[in-house]
């Protein structure tokens, strides 16, 4: 039993460290994840990176098989013209074989239109399975992305994270539409070509290769600065980007404060270093073309060179002259085109990091080996001595916090800002994990349990009321959306939002914008009520859900909500302590730990803290009623 009891406490720890170094690592990365600084880079390419490519192929191994053979068909083509060339001239003109001149003429055409067919199915053929596999990985880098925890989100701007998903996919795209199957392609050609030039001649062969190692020096050379100005170029875009997003999502403020021009000139300052560096990338990218088409013209101009003038013993005929040419072309043919997909290579590994790096990143929040479904719940609610701090060895946010909710109880949570009451409805919701102690809800401790089980039971409304694209009644709807439109109906007249929804101008089908832009904040929060209340969840945690809303419409909405509140656990965290009088338990967190609580009569009673606050609040509420008299 000990032994077991070890075990149990070493796993614990070992699954806590982990949780902590992933905080850690949040917590470094947002020390230089802003749109003013860049994010660390690799020295080298990273072969594991490009091996990883390998795995969004094998859904598609059987057309690329069939795509391969048409082009190494294509290949085998290309290497058997040069030496039907040969043949006609040292064979067929000098001895005027005219059916001979027939035969190669019509197998020269058959080879042609049978090329020109390969081209064009290897073109489409590899444009589908190359635009297969983007959506493949852009399909897993949007799941993974909702499953990461808030501090991911906190800790890097938005645009950052969007430029992943969208613009480094993107360029991917010529390398994985074309580049891996052409380049299996031109090496086969260039080895096939490789073995006809030395059946053909081998001192015109070993001749042909006395430049390569010159190639391979210069390609070393080019790739170390190129892979490095492509890095500092993805970073300095990521900035652009992360700027642009936030100057979108901060316009009214910077329209407010009559801000444009200054906003302008640090869009320009970011926009002029992307320029830059994307000009210095080009520069060092187009150096690799022409230094590989320098050294083939040298090359074959040597080979015309010893032909003609029969230099080191070399005797040929004109036609194995021409030959060898054509061999010479289809030989640095694909070195170029190899060296240009090395070229797209060393570009698309400084996406792939970013890209890669992303899916890394592991889901701080998941369902745990073995974690068992959730029951249907009745809403007990037991906080056993919680502890948390959201890095190891950083601040304590809550500490021995311990209470018990019974089935259908109302818990408000009060205090000063920054005390700790988010976080009690966050760990209770396990968007983060306790550091020590336990939550449990009905006994279940929520490490145990699968999320979704979980939270589909939970109705949770944060202050940061966010409403998506779409219809009023489908926003609403996202609560349970298998829900009616008379439940939607009944839902939205229980908040009280029935009445300005159908004042709208085509009523619960009015079209919401990004955010809801269009509405205001206070119509906001109460359709996102809505869509709570519809979700029908055993506990409601209601985090600031009426700091939008003014005192009238208030008024109604905790008429309208009384009634749902019975026999659901609520968490309710506010400001307006007037809303709260009601609750079963009042409890006042202060710096982390529950200094009072009791009903509001109890804690008037003590005249302590919360005595103090709802003083000082009613006192306010005077002032501001005898201004407006």
């Known amino acids: 039993m000990a032994n077991n009891r070890n075990a149990a406490r070493n796993a614990r720890n070992a699954q806590r460290n982990a949780q902590n170094e992933a905080r850690n690592n949040a917590a470094r990365s947002a020390q230089r994840n802003t749109f003013k600084e860049d994010e660390e880079l690799e020295e080298q390419i990273s072969l594991r990176d490009i091996a990883r490519i390998a795995q969004y192929l094998k859904p598609y191994g059987g057309q690329l098989v069939v795509i391969l053979a048409a082009v190494m068909s294509m290949g ?23 059916p001979g001149l027939f035969m190669l003429g019509a197998a020269f055409l058959v080879m042609i239109l049978v ?3 390969l081209l064009a199915y290897r073109t489409v053929a590899i444009t589908k399975v190359g635009q297969s596999m983007l959506m493949d990985m852009r399909r897993d880098l949007f799941t993974h992305i909702q499953k990461l925890p808030f501090s991911y989100f906190d800790s890097r701007p938005h645009g950052k994270i969007l430029i992943r998903v969208v613009n480094y996919v993107n360029t991917l795209s010529d390398t994985l539409s074309g580049g891996l199957v052409n380049v299996i392609s031109d090496i086969f050609k260039l080895l096939l070509t490789l073995v006809i030039m030395f059946a053909v001649d081998w001192r015109l062969t070993l001749w042909s290769l006395v430049l390569v190692p010159v190639l391979v020096v210069w390609v070393r050379f080019i790739q170390t600065y190129q892979r490095r100005a492509f890095q500092i170029l993805s970073n300095k875009q990521s900035n652009l980007n992360a700027y642009i997003h936030e100057s979108i999502a901060g316009v009214k403020t910077t329209q407010g404060f009559a801000r444009e021009r200054e906003q302008y000139n640090t869009f320009v300052d970011q926009e002029n270093v992307v320029r830059h560096q994307w000009m210095k990338s080009r520069y060092w990218m187009f150096l690799m073309w022409p230094g590989v088409q320098n050294i083939s013209a040298m090359t074959i101009s040597l080979i015309y060179f010893i032909g003609i003038t029969g230099f080191a013993g070399v005797d040929v005929t004109t036609g194995t002259l021409i030959a060898f040419i054509g061999y010479l072309n289809n030989f640095w043919t694909p070195v170029i085109n190899v060296g240009n997909f090395y070229n797209q290579l060393v570009t698309c590994s400084a996406y792939l990091e970013r890209i890669f790096e992303t899916l890394d990143v592991e889901p701080e929040i998941e369902d745990k080996p073995g974690a068992s479904r959730l029951p249907a719940i009745r809403g007990r609610v037991d906080f056993n001595d919680v502890v948390f ?53 009905d006994g279940y401790d929520v490490r145990d349990v699968t999320l979704e089980s979980l939270r589909s039971q939970m109705g949770v409304m944060l202050q940061d009321t966010f409403l998506f694209t779409g219809t009023v009644r489908e926003n609403i709807r996202y609560g349970r959306l298998d829900a009616s439109d008379e439940d939607i109906e009944r839902a939205a007249r229980a908040v009280h939002a029935h009445e300005f929804i159908e004042e709208l101008p085509d009523g619960y089908d009015t079209m919401v914008e990004e955010r809801g832009s269009t509405l205001s904040a206070g119509q906001r929060q109460l359709i996102a009520f809505a869509r709570v209340l519809l979700a029908d969840p055993r506990i409601l945690i209601l985090d600031e859900a009426t700091s939008n809303i003014d005192t009238r419409t208030e008024e109604a909405l905790q008429a309208g909500i009384a009634h749902l509140l019975k026999g659901r656990t609520s968490f309710v965290i506010a400001h307006r302590l007037s809303t709260i009088v009601n609750a079963d338990e009042i409890m006042v967190v202060d710096r982390g730990q529950i200094i009072e609580h009791g009903t509001h009569d109890e804690l008037m009673a003590q005249r302590g803290f919360y005595w103090r606050l709802y003083e000082s609040q009613f006192a306010m509420f005077k002032a501001e009623q ?4």
């Open 389 to 441: 701090r959201y890095e190891e060895g950083g601040r304590t946010i809550l500490n021995l916090v311990d209470f018990h909710v019974e089935p259908g109880q109302t818990v408000a949570l009060v205090g000063p800002t920054g005390a700790g009451k988010s976080t009690v409805v966050s760990l209770l919701s396990r968007f983060y994990d306790v550091t020590e102690g336990s939550v449990k809800v």
């Open 76 to 98: 085998a083509i290309a290497v058997a013209t040069p030496y039907l060339t040969k043949i006609i001239i040292d064979q067929i003109i000098p001895n005027r074989d005219k």
């Open 626 to 629: 005898h201004e407006e008299a």
């Open 115 to 117: 090329y020109e067919a």
